[in-house]
């Protein structure tokens, strides 16, 4: 099975911009989780989609939202983006407990 | 409040030594833990689960309830196991909660 792929793989942007970020689960996988990886704060959690739902959220402010299609495929909007946002953002997709990463998208904020 | 804690940023230890990577978590249910590796250039992937209570590339871990604690041990550390290593732990909520992650270098 092909794994979890994220697109774009690196993105540049302006504080005050958005963006959004894409991820294809894998085939059958209908939870799909996101993350903010940086190196002081480690993973964190921003929030997780099941059938289109929106299960569980982590503690980040509203400018960070996502949505999932009946596809499962998931999005992840950043609104307003602030150097701060500089990050790997990680999707994970999974099927029961386990989650399978994808690459990440390198997003930079100047 | 959940939490999990990885003290050590970086461990180094020399090739054929045991290894101990610490892990404690704060969580007042019974969450299931886990640890994911992410080796040099690769994605983030499961190493184990404390429910599985198996042994994947020489390592296990053992869940402590009375000292929060899953720690991650090997007996003889190898090159290959050279990697970035977290400790996780979810609580049946579909949240997960992850260490800072801890470096293991295995000097030749």
């Known amino acids: 099975k092909a794994g979890v792929t994220q697109t774009p793989r690196y993105l540049i942007k302006t504080r005050g911009q958005q963006v959004t970020l894409s991820c294809s689960p894998i085939s059958g996988h209908r939870s799909v989780s996101w993350y903010q990886q940086t190196p002081g704060q480690g993973l964190q959690f921003l929030f997780e989609y099941f059938s289109e739902t929106q299960r569980n959220k982590g503690n980040f402010p509203g400018r960070f939202s996502g949505r999932q299609f009946s596809n499962s495929r998931s999005e992840m909007n950043v609104s307003t983006l602030e150097l701060g946002d500089s990050a790997l953002y990680l999707c994970?997709?999974?099927?029961?407990?386990?989650?399978?990463f994808g690459p990440g998208t390198r997003l930079t904020v100047l | 409040a959940q939490r999990v804690t990885q003290p050590e940023k970086l461990l180094s230890v020399f090739k054929g030594a045991p290894v101990e990577l610490k892990c404690n978590y704060s969580?007042?249910?019974?969450?299931?833990l886990f640890w994911y590796v992410q080796y040099s250039r690769q994605r983030l992937q499961l190493l184990l689960r404390h429910i599985s209570r198996e042994s994947i590339k020489g390592f296990t871990a053992d869940l402590n309830k009375g000292e929060t604690s899953f720690h991650l041990k090997k007996p003889f550390a190898q090159e290959e196991d050279s990697a970035m290593y977290y400790c996780a732990l979810t609580s049946g909520t579909y949240k997960y909660i992850f260490g800072t992650g801890t470096r293991l270098k295995v000097l030749a």
């Open positions: 994970a997709s999974s099927l029961r407990d386990t989650q399978y």
């Open positions: 969580y007042s249910g019974s969450p299931e």
